[in-house]
């Protein structure tokens, strides 16, 4: 059965602005609550101080950037707020552009899959309580985590194409996308899973948790409106626009406009009366996606907090 969850739809400046979608994990169908990386108020740091508000609830990171800490430090920060919320945790992790590896860095990764093969790995053994050796090539140390009971802690990579598909279906406990439409789900990145799976001799498949952007249909408001207030970086940043044409968008020589357009059109942003966007979201249950998280940024964005949860709260309790 697939489940739903909701995004934190905007980057908190304080604490309380996080809460009440908080409060929807708890008094609606959603599962979980998921927060992207944050420049401002830091996700795990959110997720604590909502769990000491008395909003203890399940947590997803989708996801965090790997150059931002140690893998040593992913692994105790993720376990740390399992211990603090007192559920499982999907700790999602991915690379980042390489302009931000690059500023971050000093340089880029110069083998992003290699990199995150070892990432993710080290973060895996170290919430396992192994003691781990890494002897390079990008992360060299010895290390294990102090032993404690906690909530388990899934390893998640962040994918838009078919080889961070096939890598996270060798080494992660959860597949992780963002803008990704459910054609392209079903056609390309869940075989490339499955071929990930196959090299490894694996027999059970990640979760797959796809984060879809969504928002009930506003009178006056054109869809690719509402699409590029909740993407309108994704949908310029080159790793999206690549995945985006292989998914059947036309980008090249595009302005965004275009661009969001095409997005609507294929269900990567997911628009319409209230039956029209369950009914497109329950595409992506047929494709094969065991967590659809709700993304109301652009409604947010757009009109305000409220109606980023009342279009939450409607669609929560008539998809689920």
Same mark, same amino acid.
């Given at each position: 059965?697939?489940?739903?969850?909701?995004?934190?739809?905007?980057?908190?400046?304080?604490?309380?602005?996080?809460?009440?979608?908080?409060?929807?994990?708890?008094?609606?169908?959603?599962?979980?609550?998921?927060?992207?990386?944050?420049?401002?108020? &830091?996700?795990?740091?959110?997720?604590?101080? #909502?769990?000491? +508000?008395?909003? $203890? @609830?399940? !947590? /997803?990171? =989708? %996801?965090?950037?790997?150059?931002?800490?140690?893998?040593?430090?992913?692994?105790?920060?993720?376990?740390?707020?399992?211990?603090?919320?007192?559920?499982?945790?999907?700790?999602?992790?991915?690379?980042?552009?390489?302009?931000?590896?690059?500023?971050?860095?000093?340089?880029?990764?110069?083998?992003?899959?290699?990199?995150?093969?070892?990432?993710?790995?080290?973060?895996?053994?170290?919430?396992?309580?192994?003691?781990?050796?890494?002897?390079?090539? &990008?992360?060299?140390?010895?290390?294990?985590? #102090?032993?404690? +009971?906690?909530? $388990? @802690?899934? !390893? /998640?990579? =962040? %994918?838009?194409?078919?080889?961070?598909?096939?890598?996270?279906?060798?080494?992660?406990?959860?597949?992780?996308?963002?803008?990704?439409?459910?054609?392209?789900?079903?056609?390309?990145?869940?075989?490339?899973?499955?071929?990930?799976?196959?090299?490894?001799?694996?027999?059970?498949?990640?979760?797959?948790?796809?984060?879809?952007?969504?928002?009930?249909?506003?009178?006056?408001?054109?869809?690719?409106?509402?699409?590029?207030?909740?993407?309108?970086?994704?949908?310029?940043?080159?790793?999206?626009?690549?995945?985006?044409?292989?998914?059947? @968008?036309?980008?090249?020589?595009?302005?965004?406009?275009?661009?969001?357009?095409?997005?609507?059109?294929?269900?990567?942003f997911v628009t319409g009366d209230l039956d029209?966007?369950?009914?497109?979201?329950?595409?992506?249950?047929?494709?094969?996606?065991?967590?659809?998280?709700?993304?109301?940024?652009?409604?947010?964005?757009?009109?305000?907090?409220?109606?980023?949860?009342?279009?939450?709260?409607?669609?929560?309790?008539?998809?689920?």
């Amino acid at each position: 059965m697939t489940e739903y969850s909701v995004l934190v739809p905007f980057v908190p400046r304080r604490l309380e602005q996080a809460l009440p979608f908080a409060g929807l994990v708890n008094w609606t169908p959603a599962v979980r609550l998921w927060q992207g990386q944050s420049m401002l108020l &830091e996700p795990h740091q959110t997720f604590v101080g #909502a769990a000491g +508000a008395g909003f $203890r @609830v399940p !947590v /997803g990171f =989708g %996801v965090t950037l790997m150059p931002l800490r140690h893998p040593f430090e992913a692994a105790n920060q993720a376990r740390s707020v399992a211990l603090a919320t007192g559920h499982p945790v999907i700790a999602g992790f991915g690379p980042g552009a390489p302009a931000f590896q690059e500023n971050l860095l000093g340089a880029p990764y110069e083998k992003p899959l290699a990199v995150a093969r070892q990432y993710l790995t080290a973060v895996r053994r170290l919430l396992d309580g192994e003691l781990v050796h890494m002897d390079g090539p &990008e992360y060299t140390f010895q290390a294990q985590l #102090a032993p404690a +009971a906690a909530p $388990r @802690v899934d !390893v /998640g990579l =962040g %994918v838009l194409r078919p080889g961070m598909a096939r890598l996270a279906g060798e080494i992660a406990d959860t597949v992780i996308t963002w803008l990704t439409p459910p054609s392209y789900l079903r056609e390309v990145l869940l075989p490339a899973v499955e071929e990930g799976m196959a090299r490894a001799g694996r027999t059970d498949r990640p979760r797959i948790v796809a984060m879809v952007p969504v928002g009930l249909e506003r009178e006056g408001t054109a869809p690719e409106r509402l699409a590029l207030a909740s993407n309108y970086a994704h949908l310029q940043a080159p790793h999206y626009l690549d995945m985006l044409r292989r998914a059947g @968008v036309e980008t090249a020589g595009q302005d965004p406009h275009a661009i969001a357009r095409g997005a609507v059109d294929v269900g990567a942003f997911v628009t319409g009366d209230l039956d029209t966007v369950v009914k497109r979201l329950d595409e992506y249950r047929q494709a094969g996606v065991d967590e659809i998280v709700l993304n109301a940024t652009g409604v947010n964005k757009m009109f305000g907090t409220q109606e980023a949860i009342g279009d939450l709260t409607e669609i929560l309790r008539t998809a689920v």
